[in-house]
């Protein structure tokens, strides 16, 4: 298992060219992406990976699961699916892995590397998942109270 900062650090060294893919490759994330400007998917992309960076730094998961809610907010309030926010966050682990594949060396070191980035990813949709259900219990329960 890599050091908090050793993660972050190699994480970091990787995401400038990370993210030019994910620029590349926005239209096979989501069709949305792939109408945004170059700029606007980049922004909302690059503090993504910013926020990875700063965990992988400092692990602070309670920080990091509330950045997750507030970010899966802005494309669920433009009118993407639930299901499609989900999918593009996979989607967008699945580019970071790949990427990593691709670009560093194939020893155990990356290995574990790529684990600790699959991990990451299955959080954060835990985490939405978790946050998608709550907000359904909630609108179950107001219903509840208007049909009484």
Same mark, same amino acid.
């Given at each position: $298992?890599?050091?908090? @900062?050793? +993660?972050a650090e190699r994480f970091g060294s990787l995401r400038p060219s990370v993210l030019a %893919?994910? =620029?590349? =490759?926005? @239209?096979?994330?989501?069709p949305i992406y792939a109408a945004m400007p170059d700029d606007g998917? %980049?922004?909302r992309i690059d503090a993504f990976l910013s926020k990875?960076?700063?965990y992988l730094s400092d692990g602070d998961w309670p920080r990091f699961a509330r950045f997750v809610r507030r970010? $899966? +907010?802005?494309?669920? @309030?433009e009118g993407q699916s639930a299901e499609s926010v989900l999918h593009s966050v996979v989607a967008i682990g699945d580019v970071i =892995?790949?990427? =990593? %594949?691709?670009? *560093?060396?194939?020893? %155990?070191?990356?290995?574990t590397f790529? @684990? *600790?980035l699959n991990r990451l990813t299955l959080a954060t949709v835990r985490v939405m998942v978790e946050?998608?259900?709550d907000e359904l219990s909630r609108r179950q329960a107001k219903q509840g109270e208007g049909a009484t």
């Open positions: $298992m890599f050091a908090m @900062g050793e +993660s %893919r994910l =620029v590349e =490759v926005r @239209g096979a994330i989501d998917f %980049r922004d990875i960076e700063a970010w $899966m +907010s802005l494309p669920l @309030g =892995v790949q990427h =990593v %594949r691709q670009n *560093e060396p194939a020893n %155990r070191a990356t290995v790529i @684990g *600790e946050t998608l259900a």
